[in-house]
């Protein structure tokens, strides 16, 4: 019969723990929450528990997806070891919400963090330029989401760009990938006009990433205008909350960015038709006021041709009558002295040669 080997403390420790570290490196463990608590504002400890064990686990604050509670479900990876002063833990590698009760819940704590800071505040949101020229585009280049969306802004709309930047948009690296995607754009020499992000639908689960702190304070720290599209109607994520616009799929995405070809051609046509009637009806009108006018005036000068006929002939006649010719003629005369029209009859006295004119000639007196 061999003989059992006998340990050192110590030496128990080592050979445990490599051990371990050979046949189990890492290892995922999901059970629910509890003992969760925060020390230095730098380390987490707490345990994963089911009906009948519980497990000791110690991380970082930086491991943590959100705000958690007890009683939250968890999948949480790590490295198992003995500590020599504290006993059996696992020290956490990452750390994953399990379950949609625990994943909603994790939401609304992390929302409610996140409101306090003004991250969601409407004054915050940034109008996005339509068209854009050039479209940065976060998503799997091997998605439904990315073809219907390049699908539906070929089929509206032309002369853009769209730079791809493929990430993952679930599991355990996506997070990463998006903040490196959102980083990549917003340092590029030639900046987009806008930042999309988009997936198509899925379980709570898939669509985790985008209730991420650190993807929603990626999204809102954009100095390019965001717009996020999750293909699931019922919830709506941090991350487009966060966003400067939200749309309900990838293809609503895409309608909210561009205009529609055919539509605005048509639009423009139906401008140029009201716009060339409302010309033609106002030569129109232009032409009955000048036809009136003419017809206005021809009157007026009439009218004051008449007037200066009438004027005229009564100026003739006021001369006529004041004639001396015609003054004559009915009967009066002019008298002279010394070839000076005699006005009074003490300008003449007795023994005076005078001339006198009548209408038919003069002579002398």
């Known amino acids: 019969m061999s003989r059992v080997p006998v340990f050192g403390v110590s030496d128990f420790v080592a050979v445990f723990n490599q051990t371990v570290a050979y046949a ?16 230095k504002n730098r380390w987490v ?11 000791r686990f110690f991380g970082s604050v930086y491991n943590l997806p959100g705000p958690l509670e007890d009683g939250m479900m968890l999948r949480v990876v790590g490295s198992p070891q003995l500590h020599p002063k504290f006993g059996f833990s696992i020290t956490v590698q990452s750390i994953q ?23 969601f505040e409407q004054a ?33 709309w032309s002369g853009l760009e769209i730079g791809l930047y493929d990430v993952q948009v679930q599991g355990e690296d ?8 959102l980083e990549y754009f917003n340092s590029h020499a030639q900046a987009p006009d806008v930042l999309v992000i988009t997936r198509g639908g899925g379980s ?14 990626a999204v809102a720290g954009s100095r390019i205008p965001t717009l996020v599209a999750i293909g699931h109607e019922i919830d709506v994520s941090l991350a487009e909350m966060a966003a400067d616009m939200r749309a309900s799929t990838p293809s609503n995405a895409a309608e909210l960015l561009v205009p529609d070809r055919q539509r605005e051609l048509a639009e423009l046509h139906d401008v140029s038709q009201r716009m060339s009637d409302s010309v033609q009806r106002a030569i129109a009108r232009a032409r009955e006021k000048l036809s009136a006018f003419d017809g206005q005036s021809r009157d ?66």
């Not at 940065?136 to 509206?156: H, N």
């Not at 996506?174 to 995607?181: F, L, R, S, V």
């Open 24 to 39: 189990y490196p890492s290892v995922v463990i999901e059970g629910e929450l509890s003992s969760f608590r925060v020390s």
């Open 45 to 55: 400890y707490f345990d994963l528990k089911d009906e009948d064990a519980n497990v």
């Open 97 to 119: 919400l399990a379950g949609e009760g625990t994943i909603k819940k994790a939401a609304k704590l992390l929302q409610a963090k996140l409101s306090k800071e003004g991250l």
């Open 124 to 156: 915050r949101k940034r109008m996005l330029p339509y068209p854009p020229k050039f479209i940065g585009l976060i998503t799997s280049a091997e998605s439904a989401a990315y073809a219907d969306f390049v699908k539906v802004i070929g089929s509206r």
């Open 174 to 181: 996506a997070p990463t990938q998006i903040i490196a995607a």
């Open 204 to 217: 709570s689960e898939d669509l985790q990433v985008f209730n991420t702190e650190s993807v929603t304070r």
């Open 300 to 365: 007026y000068i009439n009218l004051v041709i008449r007037r200066q006929r009438i004027q005229l002939e009564s100026t003739r006649k006021l001369l006529s009558f004041i004639n001396p010719s015609t003054v004559l003629k009915r009967g009066y005369a002019l008298v002279y002295k010394d070839g000076t029209l005699v006005r009074s009859k003490t300008a003449t006295k007795r023994g005076d040669q005078i001339q006198i004119r009548v209408a038919d000639g003069q002579f002398g007196a």
